[in-house]
């Protein structure tokens, strides 16, 4: 596995930050890590990352342990944090071939080549830090992160200030490169995990609620699926109540109601029949399923 955490408990004073949390990643999987503001997201990446040390419990990366073989963890991992720290004064390519230095490397001006490409950041690589907008600072964020090729990428709000364009790409390179590293990261934005994780941990006040695929938990927390069905003309609730398995029915714009009926009981024939029986017609019918960030609500509700 290229992440292991193992019962870890982290607190400050008093406070508990983390209570008890174990998970595992393995190689190549690209893990959304959730949780509302203070539930321990950020102070469980910088526990891998070996910026703070768990009061309780262990974690590896690759293998090293976090406490004992810190270096060898850092080799291993990229790290861009929730508030991107940066030299502002510096150029672009100053600061990535300074990086790449600090690593070890030897190839750094191919490296630095290879990361302006990689993240988009030609046009603005001879520019100072400073004067880039806060979506080119994140890809120079995500560039030092990825310049030393490490096999774990650790990537705390990656997408943070960029436009809906810049979204699209960095949504993309993420993804690819889940293909050849592990890639574990947060986000507030739940199409953004949908779009590329194969796997979601929700973690709220300090403890896991949940860990699986984004599908799996839609499924497992639905109990009740919305039919959106749109008539020809009006039609009383009490009487769409009487359709077999419906158990709610809330009218929407127009002539369109929202039928609740269990997840297991395909109620759409018996919508057709009560049609026909009433003499009305069906002019638009689809499930309306429930999103991640509905399951996200519900697991994590104060």
């Not at 004992?68 to 291993?76: F, G, I, K, L």
């Not at 991107?84 to 600061?95: A, G, H, I, S």
């Not at 639905?222 to 039609?235: A, C, I, K, N, P």
């Not at 002019?283 to 994590?300: A, C, D, M, P, Y």
């Amino acid at each position: 596995m290229s992440i292991t955490a193992s019962q870890i408990t982290k607190l400050y004073g008093s406070q508990k930050a983390l209570d008890n949390v174990s998970f595992t990643i393995g190689t190549g999987e690209v893990v959304g890590f959730l949780g509302p503001n203070g539930a321990g997201k950020s102070t469980m990446m910088k526990i891998l990352t070996c910026f703070l040390p768990p009061t309780e419990g262990s974690a590896t990366v690759c293998g090293f342990d976090t406490r004992t073989a810190s270096m060898d963890v850092r080799r291993n991992v990229g790290y861009l944090p929730e508030h991107n720290p940066l030299y502002l004064d510096l150029y672009v390519r100053e600061y990535l071939d300074f990086v790449a230095g600090i690593h070890g490397l030897k190839d750094r001006t191919q490296r630095v080549n290879a990361m302006v490409e990689r993240v988009g950041l030609g046009r603005e690589q001879h520019k100072r830090i400073g004067q880039l907008s806060k979506g080119y600072r994140q890809r120079v964020g995500l560039a030092q992160a990825m310049i030393h090729d490490p096999q774990v990428l650790i990537l705390d709000e990656p997408t943070s200030g960029l436009d809906p364009n810049q979204l699209v790409e960095i949504r993309a390179l993420i993804k690819d490169l889940g293909r050849e590293k592990t890639v574990m990261l947060s986000t507030h934005i739940m199409q953004e995990v949908e779009a590329i994780c194969d796997r979601v941990i929700i973690i709220d006040r300090g403890t896991i609620v949940a860990d699986d695929t984004a599908s799996t938990l839609r499924s497992r927390q639905q109990h009740h699926v919305l039919l959106e069905v749109e008539f020809d003309r009006g039609v009383e609730a009490n009487l769409l109540l009487n359709i077999p398995g419906v158990v709610q029915a809330r009218r929407g714009e127009g002539q369109v109601w929202l039928l609740a009926h269990d997840a297991g009981n395909d109620v759409r024939p018996a919508v057709f029949q009560f049609a026909v029986e009433q003499g009305l017609q069906v002019l638009g019918l689809q499930k309306s399923e429930r999103g991640l960030e509905e399951v996200f609500k519900e697991l994590t509700r104060r």
